[in-house]
């Protein structure tokens, strides 16, 4: 049986702005009322990107989640979580030491995709993505734009039939 996932938000802007090389799955450190409020779709990853450091003066890597927006919980108390915290992202050790490997020597980047529940719990998708000039993203336009008049004059000549 197919695993269910309940999409939660989607970086639209990503495939348009970046090349996307590879992509990970990762889990979610949350806290409660962050949960409950992306229950009701409440969150965005607009701005969101995914740094590796080390944390509390070791040298142990980790991968945070930054600037990724979930808004306070409508029900919540004097808890609520901030809108804008970084978000501890649960990856396998290796994977974090390849993925670092790949941003600081080939200078690639580290983007969130997309979000979703997967079995009750939150998932983000990370892509390992090189950022786009402007003549690709006129490029891009131009396939889809050939692509679009293709399948106008397919589906005009299957018509006429």
């Known amino acids: ?5 309940k999409l939660i938000a989607t970086n ?3 495939r348009a702005d970046y090349f996307i090389q590879e992509t990970l799955e990762a889990g979610i450190m949350l806290t409660g009322t962050e949960v409950k409020s992306l229950r009701t779709q409440s969150s965005s990853l607009k701005d969101a990107y995914i740094d590796i450091f080390p944390t509390h003066g070791t ?14 919980y409508s029900h919540g108390n004097i808890y609520n979580h ?12 290796k994977d974090i030491d390849r993925l670092f490997g790949a941003i600081t020597q080939e200078g690639l980047t580290l983007i969130p995709l997309r979000m979703y ?3 009750g719990r ?11 000039k402007h003549h690709d993203k006129r490029q891009d336009l131009k ?13 005009r000549k299957m018509t006429r039939k």
Request: charged fraction near 35%.
């Open 12 to 14: 639209s802007t990503a």
């Open 59 to 72: 040298n142990v890597l980790e991968a945070w989640l930054l600037q990724m927006h979930i808004a306070p």
């Open 82 to 93: 901030e809108p804008l915290r970084k978000r501890k992202l649960l990856i396998a050790r």
């Open 1 to 5: 049986m197919a695993e269910a996932e």
């Open 122 to 132: 939150a998932k983000v998708e990370i892509g390992l993505a090189k950022g786009k």
């Open 143 to 155: 396939e889809r734009s050939a692509k679009r008049e293709m399948d106008v004059a397919l589906k």
């Open 117 to 119: 529940f997967k079995k």
